[in-house]
């Protein structure tokens, strides 16, 4: 070794034998009742050498250490009892007592205050056992959780799930014959400016956060061989704040989209029938069983992914980015958070995943419903027969935004 480098190692290591000694000087004697095993606190009970009185922690050269004074110290019966102060006596530079207190998570002495600071006197967290990992330190256990579960079964999901929509397109194809409008009959509205406004914004909002999300989860594992370390680290830099940004703006327009929706989402006539028949999917006519508005596909997409998910999804990003009010944001917390918000958001991702698939290749005519607003009687008849016959029977207006805001009809071309 080099001399400079061995003045390096020697300042390095000083630090740490200092702290070491410190707590030799102010360790008491085994079994001493002043002092607990495994305890980070100790009461002095050796007065400390003279020039040291004035407290603080004293430097020591680590090549002055003399590694053991007592050569059969783990001999002793209460060798693994001893706290830090006691086993620096015997075996001096020796610290496993107080990185054992510190993986416990006993919390040791701060000046910062609690209120501000709840953790700060707690280096590591103390053992615990999250659903899937073993009993272990917290901050362990949610990397576990994390990378033995979220990650390879919410991935494998994700996968699974797309394949199905694959399979399925390609074996049964697009469901539906008539186009939104140029069908025949009648135009309807059927989802007003303001529906469609909430919804897109909803919609775009969703994009940017699943995006986001999937390459913060899963980038490393198909992106970053491709991309290589830096243009990996520099685009999911990017993407977490845009997915920190796009997620309250995803909460406001969710709640929108709750609220404006719901009233025509609880369970009609007819659902059962489409539920029992999967919509009519499988059958030979391939026709579709009569609904209201919307169908019982849509409303078990509405109550899981949109309202219990969304919602889920929603509070736990909340308290992840910081917003809620007089939380406090201790490192459990965002643990906790992180698992469900994670959880919630693969789930998600594969109900709403299927959503998207019935709304742009899936249902002959959706997309243009909820992009120009307009069906005509045709495409009501083979989708949502009820609710056509309340339209015709005056139950429910054709045209409910005012016809000011209606688009010209040139402007809705048959799909
Ligand atoms: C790119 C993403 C999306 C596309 C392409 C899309 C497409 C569509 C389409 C075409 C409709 C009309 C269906 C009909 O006429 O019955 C619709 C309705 C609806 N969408 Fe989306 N959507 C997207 C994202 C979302 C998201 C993220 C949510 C909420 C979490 C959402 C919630 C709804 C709701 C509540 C309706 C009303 C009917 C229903 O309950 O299905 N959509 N969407």
């Known amino acids: 070794m080099s001399r400079s480098t061995k003045a390096l190692a020697a300042l390095v290591l000083a630090g740490a034998a200092g702290f070491a000694a410190a707590q030799a000087v102010q360790g008491s004697s085994p079994g001493s009742p002043s002092t607990q095993a495994g305890s980070m606190r100790q009461v002095p009970d050796d007065p400390a050498p003279a020039g040291q009185q004035q407290g603080g922690i004293q430097g020591q050269n680590i090549f002055d250490v003399k590694p053991e004074v007592k050569r059969d110290a783990p001999a002793d019966p209460g060798y693994m009892e001893q706290n830090n102060g006691q086993r620096n006596r015997v075996q001096p ?13 006993v919390e040791g002495y701060t000046s910062l205050p609690k209120s501000e600071a709840p953790e700060a006197g707690v280096l590591i967290q103390g053992p615990v056992q999250y659903p899937g990992s073993r009993m272990t330190t917290a901050g362990e256990a949610w990397r576990q959780v994390r990378n033995n579960w979220i990650v390879p079964y919410g991935g494998s999901l994700l996968l699974i799930s797309i394949l199905a929509f694959a399979i399925f397109y390609f074996t049964r194809g697009t469901i539906g014959h008539n186009p939104a409008v140029g069908g025949g009959g009648r135009r309807i509205e059927r989802f007003t400016p303001f529906e469609r406004a909430a919804h897109w914004s909803n919609a775009v909002a969703f994009c940017v956060l699943g995006i986001s999300g999937i390459v913060m989860a899963f980038g490393r594992h198909f992106l ?17 704040n845009l997915h920190n940004f796009f997620g309250p703006l995803f909460a406001v327009s969710l709640v929108v ?10 369970p009609r006539k007819g659902d059962l029938g489409w539920l029992l028949k999967l919509g009519g999917v499988f059958s030979k006519s391939g026709d579709e069983p009569p609904t209201h508005r919307f169908n019982a596909g849509e409303k078990v997409v509405f109550w899981i992914g949109a309202f219990v998910l969304g919602l889920v999804l929603v509070a736990s990003g909340l308290v992840l980015d910081k917003l809620v009010p007089s939380l406090v944001y201790v490192r459990e917390t965002m643990q906790v958070s992180h698992m469900v918000h994670a959880t919630a958001g693969v789930l998600m991702l594969c109900i709403t995943g299927l959503h998207i698939y019935l709304g742009t290749i899936g249902v002959k005519g959706a997309y243009r419903a909820m992009r120009d607003g307009y069906v005509d009687e045709a495409w009501a008849k083979e989708h949502h027969a009820y609710w056509l016959e309340d339209i015709q029977a005056g139950r429910i207006p054709a045209q409910r935004s005012s016809d000011g805001m209606a688009p010209p009809a040139e402007t809705v071309k048959p799909a």
């Open 224 to 240: 970053l061989p491709v991309l290589g370390l830096q243009l990996n680290g520099w685009l999911t830099y990017v993407l977490k």
């Open 257 to 266: 989209i709750i609220v404006t929706f719901i009233k025509d989402e609880f």
């Open 93 to 105: 530079g020796n610290n496993a007592p107080m990185w054992r207190g510190v993986q416990k998570g």
